[in-house]
């Protein structure tokens, strides 16, 4: 039988907006923030809704430019599911860079209810994760996180 090779095909994307970083000091060779997560929404042909305000993302940046991401939030489906997402990344950033943003690959980890939504429990996930870049004197982050399950 002839090995399997994974296809990623679009699911979903999730545009999530988030509050300033707040430093949570030096730890583990690195500087350690706390990103509120505020809102945002989902859209595609599998799931619609919207972020949930309330979780968060923990990441460090190393100070050899590393950058590790760990969220913990909740989607609401447009039926009124609640959905629990884990998600993290790490990837390298250029901080020496006027445009620097955090850009990677994810694996996120969905924990949906019984019913029409449970298969995000048992796929296989990979997200790209793109910061964008905030207006002058913005008080919010958007982070656009697109998701991909593989077959």
């Known amino acids: 039988m002839p090995e399997a090779i994974p296809i990623a ?3 979903f994307q999730l545009l999530v907006t988030c509050s300033l970083p707040t430093p949570m000091g030096q730890r583990d060779g690195g500087t350690a923030v706390m990103i509120p997560i505020t809102g945002g929404t989902v859209s595609g042909e599998k799931l619609a809704g919207e972020v949930v305000p309330g979780g968060a993302d923990w990441a460090l940046i190393k100070d050899d430019g590393t950058i590790c991401v760990r969220a913990h939030y909740a989607i609401k489906a447009d039926d009124g599911t609640l959905i629990e997402v884990f998600n993290e990344g790490i990837n390298q950033i250029d901080r020496g ?3 620097a943003s955090a850009n990677m690959l994810t694996t996120p980890r969905f924990i949906a ?3 029409e939504h449970a298969w ?3 796929g296989v996930f990979v ?3 793109l910061g964008e ?3 002058p004197d913005s008080q919010s982050l958007t982070v656009r ?3 991909f399950q593989l077959a």
Do not use: A, C, F, H
């Open 127 to 129: 997200g790209t994760l």
């Open 133 to 135: 870049q905030p207006e």
């Open 97 to 99: 860079s006027p445009t």
């Open 113 to 115: 209810p019984d019913g």
């Open 9 to 11: 095909k679009p699911v």
């Open 145 to 147: 996180i697109r998701i």
């Open 120 to 122: 995000l429990n048992s």
